[in-house]
């Protein structure tokens, strides 16, 4: 049984960082694709930042609001997926998921995804 688990979370004031983490469990293959994904109160849920789509290994891509600021990881010996997230601002207030696409393709559409994580939240205070 797969499983994610998001921790990392929490309050941090404009301008400060932050490091999400997903621990995943039951994953029988390294090449899944891993995305990171936000939900902010009365929005759809949006893409932040992906990892290894299409087979990539260790190729990444982000949304345009967080390029530069925000770097996703992964630690394949530990199962474990990261979001770095610098230069924090009021509009990163979310609660950020992380999924897994078992196909290895990847997205910036949740539909793509198979698994998700229960999300940790972001709140960044101005």
Known sequence: ???LVE??????????SLRLSC???????SVYSMSWFRQAPGKEREFVAGIGWGWSGSSTTYADSVKGRFTISRDSAKNTLYLQMNSLNAEDTAVYYCAADRAGLGGITTRRYDYWGQGTQVTVSS
């Open 7 to 16: 921790s990392g979370g929490g309050l941090v004031q404009a301008g400060g």
């Open 23 to 29: 621990a995943a469990s039951g994953l029988t293959s």
């Open 1 to 3: 049984q797969v499983q």
